[in-house]
Protein backbone atom coordinates (compact mmCIF):
# COMPACT_ATOMS: atom_id res chain seq x y z
CA UNK A 1 0.00 0.00 0.00
CA UNK A 2 1.39 3.64 -0.55
CA UNK A 3 1.90 5.56 2.23
CA UNK A 4 2.35 8.97 2.96
CA UNK A 5 3.43 9.99 6.81
CA UNK A 6 3.27 13.59 7.28
CA UNK A 7 5.40 14.71 10.74
CA UNK A 8 6.99 17.69 12.63
CA UNK A 9 4.53 19.74 13.16
CA UNK A 10 3.05 21.86 15.97
CA UNK A 11 2.66 25.01 18.39
CA UNK A 12 5.86 27.58 17.59
CA UNK A 13 6.20 31.41 18.41
CA UNK A 14 6.58 33.53 15.42
CA UNK A 15 10.16 34.01 14.49
CA UNK A 16 10.81 30.18 15.28
CA UNK A 17 11.46 27.18 13.43
CA UNK A 18 9.95 23.72 12.77
CA UNK A 19 10.76 20.70 10.15
CA UNK A 20 8.31 18.64 9.02
CA UNK A 21 8.70 14.96 7.28
CA UNK A 22 7.40 12.98 4.70
CA UNK A 23 7.78 9.15 5.38
CA UNK A 24 7.13 7.65 1.95
CA UNK A 25 7.02 3.91 1.18
CA UNK A 26 4.80 1.73 -1.31
CA UNK A 27 6.09 3.26 -4.76
CA UNK A 28 9.13 4.11 -6.30
CA UNK A 29 10.22 7.07 -4.90
CA UNK A 30 12.68 8.47 -7.13
CA UNK A 31 9.80 8.74 -10.22
CA UNK A 32 7.53 11.07 -8.07
CA UNK A 33 7.76 14.49 -6.79
CA UNK A 34 6.79 15.13 -3.67
CA UNK A 35 5.54 18.18 -2.13
CA UNK A 36 4.00 20.06 0.34
CA UNK A 37 0.66 22.04 0.47
CA UNK A 38 -1.53 23.58 3.08
CA UNK A 39 -4.59 25.07 4.04
CA UNK A 40 -5.64 27.13 6.47
CA UNK A 41 -8.76 27.45 8.19
CA UNK A 42 -11.32 29.17 5.70
CA UNK A 43 -8.90 29.38 2.70
CA UNK A 44 -8.14 26.68 -0.44
CA UNK A 45 -5.34 24.41 -0.68
CA UNK A 46 -1.74 26.43 -1.77
CA UNK A 47 1.07 24.27 -2.83
CA UNK A 48 4.30 25.28 -0.96
CA UNK A 49 7.03 23.13 -1.99
CA UNK A 50 7.97 20.39 -4.22
CA UNK A 51 11.25 19.01 -4.76
CA UNK A 52 11.14 15.99 -7.85
CA UNK A 53 13.48 13.47 -6.64
CA UNK A 54 14.76 12.55 -10.10
CA UNK A 55 16.27 15.40 -10.95
CA UNK A 56 15.93 17.77 -7.95
CA UNK A 57 14.52 20.68 -8.82
CA UNK A 58 12.88 22.51 -6.67
CA UNK A 59 9.80 25.06 -6.39
CA UNK A 60 8.87 27.20 -3.55
CA UNK A 61 5.61 29.43 -3.38
CA UNK A 62 6.57 33.38 -2.70
CA UNK A 63 5.50 33.98 0.37
CA UNK A 64 8.26 31.31 2.05
CA UNK A 65 11.03 31.85 -0.37
CA UNK A 66 14.27 32.43 1.66
CA UNK A 67 12.77 30.97 4.83
CA UNK A 68 11.36 27.22 3.69
CA UNK A 69 13.94 24.46 2.70
CA UNK A 70 12.98 21.42 0.78
CA UNK A 71 15.53 18.23 0.66
CA UNK A 72 14.84 14.64 0.38
CA UNK A 73 16.66 11.55 1.69
CA UNK A 74 16.10 9.34 -1.25
CA UNK A 75 18.18 5.97 0.77
CA UNK A 76 15.38 6.88 3.55
CA UNK A 77 12.31 7.72 1.14
CA UNK A 78 11.78 11.13 3.06
CA UNK A 79 11.14 14.51 2.23
CA UNK A 80 12.28 17.47 4.63
CA UNK A 81 10.13 21.10 5.03
CA UNK A 82 12.75 23.00 7.15
CA UNK A 83 10.93 26.09 8.14
CA UNK A 84 12.60 29.05 9.68
CA UNK A 85 11.23 32.67 10.39
CA UNK A 86 7.78 31.34 10.78
CA UNK A 87 4.88 33.90 10.73
CA UNK A 88 1.38 33.48 11.99
CA UNK A 89 0.29 33.32 8.22
CA UNK A 90 1.85 29.94 8.10
CA UNK A 91 -0.54 28.28 10.45
CA UNK A 92 -2.16 25.89 8.55
CA UNK A 93 -2.32 22.18 8.13
CA UNK A 94 0.62 20.86 5.66
CA UNK A 95 -0.22 17.78 3.44
CA UNK A 96 2.42 15.76 2.10
CA UNK A 97 1.89 14.80 -1.87
CA UNK A 98 3.32 12.42 -4.08
CA UNK A 99 2.86 12.99 -8.18
CA UNK A 100 4.64 10.49 -10.63
CA UNK A 101 6.46 12.49 -12.78
CA UNK A 102 5.22 11.09 -16.38
CA UNK A 103 1.49 10.18 -15.20
CA UNK A 104 0.83 12.87 -12.23
CA UNK A 105 -0.96 9.75 -10.37
CA UNK A 106 -1.26 11.61 -7.28
CA UNK A 107 -1.03 10.18 -3.68
CA UNK A 108 -2.03 12.13 -0.57
CA UNK A 109 -0.48 11.88 3.09
CA UNK A 110 -2.49 12.79 6.45
CA UNK A 111 -2.30 16.49 7.18
CA UNK A 112 0.27 17.74 10.20
CA UNK A 113 -1.19 20.85 12.01
CA UNK A 114 1.45 24.02 12.30
CA UNK A 115 0.76 26.77 14.43
CA UNK A 116 2.14 29.93 14.80
CA UNK A 117 1.79 32.24 17.27
CA UNK A 118 2.14 35.86 17.39
Known amino acids: DVQLQASGGGLVQAGGSLRLSCAASGFTFNTYAIGWFRQAPGKEREAVSCISSPDGKIYYTDSVKGRFTISSDNAKNTVFLQMDSLKPEDTAVYYC???????????WGQGTQVTVSS
Open 97 to 107: NADHIVTRKGY
